[in-house]
Each structure stands twice: as structure tokens, then as C-alpha cells.
DNA sequence: AGCTCGAATGAATCGTCCC
DNA sequence: GGGGACGATTCATTCGAGC
């Protein structure tokens, strides 16, 4: 580690520190922390309000410190929280920001600007993130993580061994299934409501930690919150330095932190669990080519139905999904249609399921 | 369709355009084109003093297509070619982007400076990456992809039943999981080699070209390399103008493209949105004796309302329409009284969106 | 205790038409 | 173009009430 010349400012660990985290940044000594891990405003824009179907309102992330006036506001913000950042990073340090579409491009190009070295980008594929309630977008079911040394060539910490052992032996991919941050782990306010809008899952920040320090590193977070990047930290007994402007997340920050207790080896063994055969949609069979729109189904009746081009079929008066036109076909109120319908190849008539079963072994051959 | 003025340049429709993809779009008619699709110049292999602007024109792209002197460049390269689409772009047109971590977020901040207003990031997740050989990183995975509008509130097309359609009814996701372009599927050279370095699956277009076109658009792609959304759009009814500088490709896309077949209409015909459906005033239920005049309407949580003979309703304190009464008693900015309000027939309580169906299926049997 | 069912909720750039 | 009316639209998960 580097030690601070004489006079020079000292590193205060495991603390949260308040103010503005540029200032902060700045009054800390250069080259002196090994990781940082950024979760800075989104610049949301949201215009009105939104309601779900059900007519109740979406509580929506409207507070002050996500308003920007413009891209150039932003950006000047990025430019210079960067700087300080990179000033205090080690050599061979290394940086992750998580964003959206809304900021991650604008933080991404301002990362290269000032000369760090991206090494991945990850995406955070949320298995329960909130739908698009008015059917006008996709589902925004992901964030993006990017993840940079300080420099071309700089000699990052990255434990391969530990991110292959937490997938079950296979090489960690740069797609990251996690759920959301909800239940007993987030943290409410006095009303039993959400204390942060943006609080992010622990699990998250362990495979982070996990895979890109070490023991004893010191972990900086300019954009601290309710401090979920000091809670794994100190559990993984990684050290955290803290910097947040909100009076009211320092504290919750402060109480959270003062339960946390470090893990003993042991205890950071992960459990893996099976999967399930993962869903197929039938409409990735028309998508891959293996079976055309316009082809002919056949039920093992003799009743056939086409194949159309966003995945549905259409019989004789019956359009929908292979199971509600195989339903309709028998008269049965259910039916399932991967057994049920059949299509023609090399003179065989062949179950769809076999398709299926074709994607589903492509993905056990390099699953997640 | 705009039509161009008189002695203004003509579309031309399904056919590959040779040359530099900026000169020859600015050669075609303004606001003539639907759907913009790019696969631009990854920029893999970035080398230089990132600090001295580099002020070379496009024309200093060096003999390798996909070299760039420095970060300046490569953003003076996006910024002519984005500006160049965004002038043939229809104004209620829409572009995609591809792009790796390499080039994808100088790609999406120019894309936000120039006014285009993005509507989802779409990540691409590989379900057969290459592997990451020298365990230094995280195995790259996935692509990005970016769909924006021309400006904000601009009114882009997208087929959201089709696509939850071909997710098996579940609203489509920002992740898509498919297999990268092998096997037949993939162009080969000559000598048995891949004709192309990142020829894109073609189940990746079908989505993108299902989901946010219509048949008879037209779908300009600047980079189109061996032609993947050529032959995805002339498969779909689709109309297609290509770019391409060099000629080993333009020949191998003309070619493929000429094996293709145009799905027949029925295969074409997609899933569509209620929205499409015709409007039935809820006075029409009351003129047919759907409903009685002095019926009781009940709501979800127990409300009523008394139907009148114009096809308005009175509750305690409030008249007017099924919308309105409906809002009313919720204390909501809206409501959907078609969803909302319910009524008794033998026993049991049924929506009146039902009876609704009910004459939209009639006019279905004897269209008018 | 165990089960079922309903309510609540999450970083969201979330209408369209007609007058 | 502004304003008002119509009316389209949700997935996974957790928690608590009720049985």
C-alpha cells in the first residue's frame, strides 16, 4: 500500500464521510484506494406521473439530486467526480460504475476520455424488475456495470478462480442474474417505506467484491447511500471508505454498518442451487430458423395450423399460441402444445418438443 | 410515404449501394426511410495518444476498416454518419445500433447529442460466446444494442403484442437471449473460411424487424456487410437499401439476397394491439339491449351506478361516462370503465368489456 | 403451524384522437 | 396547438390477513 508522505492527509477507514463527494475526493491522499465503486445519479428525466393498470401510482425516483439541466450539466458533473476519483485510485486500481441508458453511455465514453482502460461491461439482468406497465417499451429488465483499470496495461486484481467457483465451474460470463433489492433486505424509513429509491441488492456487490479485490483492499464509494457497498465489504473483510451528502442515508448507513459482522471463511462458501430447465418460448424456434413462418403444423389427429411469423399459429377460425389453437382443436380446456403439434422433416413427422430440447441443450452446454 | 419533389433523388428500394455510406446517403431524399439499422465499425483496435485531438476527417480512416487513429476520430467517424441517417430518417422513424463496450458508448452519447431520443438499450446475451482463453477477464458474453426515436415524442412503431406473442405472452424484455451466427446459417469464402467477422444472426433481425416495423417499410442498413438485414427484411415484406464499400461483400449479399423468399401474407400477419380495434361507444350496448337503462353497475370494490338511456352513469354524487364515474369513485386521474364496471347475468358478475367483444366479434362476422 | 389469496411494489425517460 | 375525452395497460416476489 502506499504509505502517505509526511504532512500528507490520512486515509480514514471504515468510516462514512460527509459532503460532496468531489471535495471529499479531493482532501484524500492520491493513489491510495484499490477499488471504487460508483453508483452516481441516473439523470432520469421522467416527465409525468405513471400508474399501472390497477390505477396506483409508480413511485418514481423524482429527487433532487437526479436533476440535471441538460447533458452538457451532466457530463461536466461526470468529468469531474472522475477526476477525483482517478487521482485517488492506486496504479494498478480499478473502477466499476453502474448506470442506465439514460447516463451509462455518457459515463462509459467520459471513462475513456480521461484514459481508464474499460474491461468489461456487465449487465445486470434483473429476474424480477418492474414491467412497462403501458405497452409501449420493452420491459427495462437491466442496468449496465462497467468495470476499468486506470490504464492500458496496468495490472488489475481479478480472482477467476473465485467467479468460476461462484458459477458452478464454469467461467463467469459478463451477464449477472440477480433479483432486485427488495424484502427484509431493504431498508425501510419510519413510514415503512423504501429509505433509499435506488438501493442496491448485496448480492450484487459480493460478486463485485468477490471477483475484483481482495482482502483487506480499501474499497471507496463516492455515492454511498445507505452504504450496501460498506455492508459487503465489511462482510467479506474488505475495508470501505464512504462519502455521502444526505444527512439521512449517513445514518442509515452508520446503523446498518455497525450490524454487519465480518464472515468468517467458512461462512463465504456459497451454496449453488439448481436450475430449473429453463423456459423456451415458442417463438425463439421461428426467430432461430428452425422452423419457417408459413410451415405447416400437424396434430397427431391430422389437424393442421401455419405458423406465423411472431410465433403464434392460425387453424381453421383459431388463432394464438400453440397451446390455445391445440386447446381449441380438442375441445379441451388446456393443452400442451410442445407434445401436441408436430411439423415434417426428411419424410419424419417429428414432436416440436424436439426442437426444444435442441435449445435447451445448446444452453446446458454453456449454461447461465 | 413522403414522395420526393419533383426532380428530388428517387428511393431506391431492395437493392445494395456501393460506396462510403455517408456520401451515398446523403444522396438519397430526406425523411424517406423507416427504420435505420447499424452494425458500425467496432473500433477494436484503438492505439494512441488519447489526449491530442485528432481533427482528420472520415477520409483518414487508415487501408483497415475497423482502425481509428484515436477516440477523436472514431466520434467525428459517429457523429457524420448518425447525422447523415438522421436527415433520411422519416420523423416518426426509428434507429437501432450495435455495438460492443468498445465503440457502444461514444455511440450512444452522440446518439443522445444529436437529439435521438432513446427508447431501450437491448442487450444481445450470446448463448454460446467465445470463452475468455487467458482467464484475465470476464468471458464477453453479450452485445448492445440501442433503439431510439428520431426526437423526443416523436411516434415510433412497436408491435407489442407481436413480440409478447413470440415471448410466449409475457411482455418482451431489454435481454435477449440468442446463439450467435454458425453452422449453415453462417457466409463462407472461398477457401471455406468465415466471409465476414461479425455477420449477425438473422434471429437477431427478426425480432428487431417484427417488433418495430410494418410490412411495405423501407429499412436502411449503412454497414450492410453481407447482407443479414437485407435478407431478414425481404423474408418479412420488409423493403430494403444497403451500403456497402467493398465489393467482396456487396457480391456475396447480392447473391444471398436473391435465394431469398418473401413470406406469404398470412405468415406475415402478426399479433395486433386492442388499440387497432374499432371503437364501440358504450351507449351502443344500451341501444341493443345489452344493457337496460336503470341497470346497476357494481365495481371491483363495491360501487354502483345506475345505467341511463344515453349511455351515461349515475352514482352517488356523480353522472356522467363509464370513464368518468369510474375515476371519480377511485379518486384516479383515469380509468378504464370498460375493465372497471361489472354487471349480473345468471348469477355472475361478468365486465362489460365482455359485451363490448361480443359486437366487435359481430362486426368481424358481417364487416361493414 | 401451514396454506391460500389478495395487496403491494420495484432507477420508468410508458397515449391518442378529436375538436 | 391546447384541452378534454376515451380507454389501453403488468411481472415477479414478498408479506400479511384469514382460515
Not at 9 to 32: K, Q
Not at 212 to 229: Q, R, W
Not at 347 to 364: C, N, S
Amino acid at each position: 500500500m502506499t504509505k502517505p508522505a509526511k504532512g500528507a492527509p490520512v486515509l480514514p477507514l471504515d468510516t462514512v464521510l460527509p459532503g460532496d463527494c468531489i471535495e471529499v475526493m479531493n482532501r484524500l491522499p492520491e493513489e491510495s484506494v484499490d477499488l471504487i465503486f460508483a453508483d452516481p445519479p441516473y439523470n432520469l428525466q421522467l416527465r409525468g406521473d405513471l400508474h399501472r393498470p390497477d390505477n396506483s401510482r409508480v413511485d418514481a425516483v423524482d429527487d433532487h439530486w437526479d436533476q440535471f439541466d441538460s447533458f452538457a450539466a451532466y457530463d461536466a458533473f461526470t468529468r469531474d467526480w472522475l477526476k477525483a476519483a482517478r487521482r485517488i485510485l492506486k496504479p494498478n486500481g480499478a473502477i466499476w460504475v453502474i448506470g442506465s441508458y439514460h447516463n451509462v453511455f455518457r459515463l462509459g465514453a467520459e471513462l475513456q476520455n480521461q484514459g481508464f482502460w474499460i474491461l468489461n461491461d456487465v449487465v445486470w439482468r434483473k429476474s424480477n424488475p418492474m414491467p412497462n406497465f403501458r405497452g409501449k417499451r420493452l420491459t427495462n429488465a437491466h442496468e449496465t456495470l462497467i468495470w476499468a483499470s486506470k490504464s492500458e496495461g496496468a495490472k488489475y486484481t481479478f480472482n477467476y478462480e473465485a467467479l468460476k467457483a461462484l458459477n458452478e465451474g464454469i467461467q463467469m460470463r459478463s451477464d449477472w442474474v440477480l433479483p432486485i433489492c427488495t424484502g427484509h433486505e431493504r431498508l425501510k424509513d419510519g413510514r415503512g417505506d423504501k429509505a433509499h429509491p435506488t438501493q442496491k441488492p448485496e448480492s450484487l456487490l459480493h460478486r463485485v467484491l468477490v471477483g475484483t479485490t481482495n482482502p483487506g483492499d480499501v474499497v471507496l464509494d463516492p455515492f454511498f447511500g445507505t452504504g450496501t457497498t460498506g455492508a459487503v465489504a465489511k462482510m467479506l473483510g474488505r475495508n470501505y471508505i464512504g462519502i455521502e451528502r444526505e444527512t439521512t442515508y449517513r445514518d442509515l448507513a452508520a446503523r446498518r454498518l455497525s450490524r454487519v459482522r465480518k464472515l468468517d471463511a467458512e461462512a463465504l462458501t456459497v451454496t449453488a442451487s439448481k436450475r430449473a430447465a429453463p423456459r423456451v418460448p415458442f417463438g425463439q424456434l421461428v426467430e432461430r430458423g428452425l422452423l419457417r413462418p408459413g410451415e405447416v403444423l400437424t396434430s397427431p389427429r391430422g389437424k393442421t395450423a401455419r405458423v406465423r411469423a411472431d410465433g403464434t399459429l392460425v387453424g381453421e377460425d383459431v388463432k394464438g399460441s400453440i397451446h390455445q389453437v391445440g386447446a381449441a382443436f380438442e375441445g379441451a380446456p388446456s393443452c400442451n402444445g410442445w407434445t401436441y403439434w408436430h411439423f415434417r422433416r426428411d419424410g419424419k413427422t417429428v414432436p416440436i418438443d424436439r426442437l426444444r430440447q435442441q435449445i435447451r441443450d445448446e444452453m446446458a452446454d454453456r449454461p447461465n
